[in-house]
């Protein structure tokens, strides 16, 4: 009889650990949901105001991006920005994100996948799809690697 309720005991509180377990994970996705997306929308503000050095805060120092030549550091893609999507001090077009969706890849890692549109001036709509992956830093979430399409 002490032996069922032993057994009974232990199981339950195993149960109670992997439910408190499982609660945790989801509260540390939740919040690094709402902080990444926050990072997003805040970076898009920046571009929009044509703060270029403002919107590249959002790229961690040793940040690449897919290019087809393969991937390239934080001054190409800074240049690619310049170059392609600003005119002189403000962007050619407005950008806004969509469809984020966040996918945890570990306690300091994170998958970002969504479309980011381009819009505005009088000029058609661009728009496309990304994966972005993110590291959680000192100084909160950041771009490790950009792959946008």
């Known amino acids: ?15 109670a650990f992997a ?3 499982v609660h945790a994970q989801a509260t540390n996705a939740d919040a690094a949901t709402a902080q990444i997306t926050a990072a997003m929308d805040s970076s898009a503000a920046e571009w929009n105001k044509g703060d270029l050095e403002s919107f590249m805060n959002l790229y961690d120092p ?11 550091g934080l001054d190409a893609i800074r240049a690619l920005y310049v170059n392609k999507y600003f005119n002189g001090k403000m962007p050619k077009q407005n950008l806004r994100y969509s469809d984020m969706k966040v996918r945890l890849l570990g306690d300091n ?8 549109t381009l819009y505005g001036n009088n000029l058609p709509d661009r728009s496309g799809r990304y994966s972005l992956v993110m590291i959680h830093t000192k100084y909160g979430w950041k771009i490790l690697h950009d792959h946008s399409g």
């Open 1 to 15: 009889m002490y032996y069922k309720k032993g057994i009974l005991a232990v199981m339950l509180l195993l149960f």
């Open 62 to 72: 040793s940040a690449t991006m897919m290019m087809p030549s393969g991937p390239v």
């Open 109 to 116: 890692y994170a998958l970002l996948t969504g479309a980011f």
């Open 19 to 21: 439910t408190t377990k």
